[in-house]
C-alpha cells in the first residue's frame, strides 16, 4: 500500500467518458506453459527481460497508487500467473490494503490443485479457469500441450479447498470447440461453477482471427435455447464484462460478447504488465512506462500525478473501434503482425493479461 496520510483522500478519477478507475488487470509473468492457438500462436516469445519483470513489493507498491485514486478491484493474470512463485504472498501483500476489496486470478488450471489451499487461506475472493474443451485430445489440439488431466485436477481443488464461486471461461470457436457449449454447461454444474462464453477476440497475437471463426452471442444463445428452452437474461451487473442469463433449471451463465457487442461504455479497466506498462485498453498500441518512474524513486505523489493523468486523458473504446472497422469491411485478419508483436511483445495479449 502507498504511503497514505492518515487525513489524506483522493477524488475520484474519471476518463474523458466518465468512466472511473477501479478496476486493475495485474500481469504477474508473460511466461506461460501453454500455447493456445488463439493467444500464443508461435512456439517461441521474445519474453520481457528477467530484470525489469517487478517483485511482489514493487506491485503491491504501484497496486496501492492505483487504489488511492479508486481501484478495489484487482485481478491476477498473465501469462499463466501460477507460474510466478508463491503467488499467494502477493496476495497477502495485496490484501494489507483494506480498500482492496476482490482480489481475483484467472489461469489455466494447470498448477492450480497444488496452490489451491494456500490461495484460498491468503484471502483470494475468486478464481476463474480457463477450460476451451472437455475433450484431451482437441485441448492438446488447441493448446499444443499434453495438460488436460492436470487442468482438470485444477478446477475440482478449487471447490474441495473452499472457494464458493469458481468461474469456467471458454473462448468459443466456430467450427472448433461450438458443439462444446452444452457439456461445458453440465460440467459446471457439477462443480457448482458458471461458464463464460468468450466471443473470440482479434487481439495481440490472435493471427490466426478471422470474423467467420466467432461463434457470437446470438448463437450462443440459439443454440443453447435449442437444448434447454427459453433463456432469461439477467440484469447488468455496471461494468462486469459478462452479460449473465438463466436456463429454465436455474443454472446460471454468462457471454463476454465483445467482438461483436463491445462494452466499451461502461469499461473501467487498465491493465498493468509483469515490467510495469500501463495500458489503458486492451487493444492499446502504447501504454505508459510506470516501472521507471516507480524504481528512480519518484515520490507517492508524482506516481498518482502520472496515473491520474493518464486515466483523466484516457479515450479508448479499442472493441468498439475494431467493430468499427467491420462495417467498411476492413476487420479480418489478425490486429498487430508478427514482426511488430516480435519488436514489442507488450502488445501480445500472454503480456497484458486477458
Ligand atoms: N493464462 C491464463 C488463462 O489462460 O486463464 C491467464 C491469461 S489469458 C491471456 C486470460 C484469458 O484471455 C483467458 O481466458 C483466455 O482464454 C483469454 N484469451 C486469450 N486470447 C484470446 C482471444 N484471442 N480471444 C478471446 N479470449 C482470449
Ligand atoms: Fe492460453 Fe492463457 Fe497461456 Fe494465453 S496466457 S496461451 S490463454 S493459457
Ligand atoms: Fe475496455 Fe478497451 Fe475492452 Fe473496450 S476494448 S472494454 S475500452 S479494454
Redesign the pocket.
Known sequence: MSQLPESASYSTVVDTYDRPLKSLRLSVTDR?N?R?Q??MPEEDYVWLPREDVFTFEEMATLTGYFSDLGVDKVRL?????LLRRDLSRLVRLLLHDRRITEIAL???GILLANQAQELYDAGLHRV???L?TLRPERFRQLTRRDEFARVIEGIESVGKVGFTNLKL?T?VIRGFNDDELVGLIEFAKHYQAEVRF???????G?NA?AMEKVFSRSMILDQLSQHYGPIVPLPERGAAPAQRFLLPDGTSFGIIP?TTTPFCALCDRSRLTADGMWYLCLYASSGTDLRKPLRMGASADEMRSMIRAGWEARRDRGAEERKALERVGLRDGGLIGIDRLREDPHLE??AR??
Open positions: 506461460c501453454l493456445c488463439y493467444c493474470t498473465g501469462g499463466e500467473p484467472t489461469t489455466n476463474t479457469v480457463s476451451d471461461d473462448v468468450i466471443e473470440y477476440m482479434d487481439v495481440g490472435a482471427w465483445s495479449m500472454h493479461g486477458g
